[in-house]
């Protein structure tokens, strides 16, 4: 089955920028979306496609894409952008799966 | 818009039963390309992808739940549901039901969620 690799957590001073990578072979082949969940709360997707982002998300969330890895960058990063962070894809054979998180800390 | 309500029992005893079902409003579950799914949530875990089911039908799984989860849809009442089999405290988590897009080549995402429901597995 298929994988997806995170780093279970970073931190960025407040206005500057973080990328959050998952790393996973279904890359090549299936794009990544990506959701922020904060505490208590169900996940929102933030990211989906190469770099589309949902109506009423802030345009400091982007995405990008190289070979097996996909990014999520937030650039000026806020206080309320201090949350769990998931990237999620599929397989050839319609299997889904998450990657396992990162904690975003916002200093 | 689409929205998406879980419902069911929040306890279950081992060994049972696990079932839930899922509301969609704002939109019909028969669309075409429309994929209805479930995900589920460990205490202080992370997102773990249980399935989904094509409008057609066709459900896909997730190879470690096995011959234990089922999902299906009910058009006339415009709900999909979830039943899993043989529950252990291990199956404890909060579910939650989202709406999947895949267009048939790479692009594919959930969006909406429901709130989530959380199922706790105690006798």
């Known amino acids: 089955s298929s994988e997806l690799t995170q780093d279970p957590a970073v931190s960025v001073a407040l206005g500057q920028t973080v990328r959050i990578t998952c790393h996973g072979d279904?890359?090549?082949?299936?794009?990544a979306s990506w959701y922020q969940q904060k505490p208590g709360q169900a996940p929102i997707l933030v990211i989906f496609?190469?770099?589309s982002r949902p109506s009423g998300i802030p345009d400091r969330f982007s995405g990008s894409i190289s070979g097996y890895t996909a990014s999520l960058t937030i650039t000026g990063a806020q206080a309320e952008d201090e949350a769990d962070y998931y990237c999620?894809?599929?397989?050839?054979?319609?299997?889904?799966?998450f990657g396992g998180g990162t904690k975003v800390t916002v200093l | 818009q689409v929205q998406l309500q879980e419902s069911g029992p929040g306890l279950v005893k081992p060994s049972q039963t696990l079932s839930l079902t899922c509301t969609v409003s704002?939109?019909?579950?028969?669309?075409?390309?429309?994929?209805w799914s479930w995900i589920r949530q460990a205490p202080g875990k992370g997102l773990e992808w249980i399935g989904y089911?094509?409008?057609?039908?066709?459900?896909y799984y997730n190879p470690s739940l096995g011959s234990r989860l089922t999902i299906s849809l009910d058009t006339s009442k415009n709900q999909f549901s979830l039943k899993l089999t043989s529950v252990t405290a291990a199956d404890t988590a909060v579910y939650y039901c989202?709406?999947?897009?895949?267009?048939?080549?790479?692009?594919?995402?959930?969006?909406?969620w429901g709130q989530g429901t959380l199922v706790t597995v105690s006798s």
């Open positions: 989202a709406k999947y897009y895949y267009d048939g080549t790479g692009l594919n995402w959930f969006d909406p």
């Open positions: 704002g939109g019909s579950i028969s669309g075409r390309d429309d994929y």
């Open positions: 089911i094509y409008s057609s039908g066709s459900a």
């Open positions: 279904s890359l090549r082949l299936f794009y």
């Open positions: 496609g190469e770099n």
């Open positions: 999620n894809s599929r397989d050839s054979s319609g299997v889904g799966v």
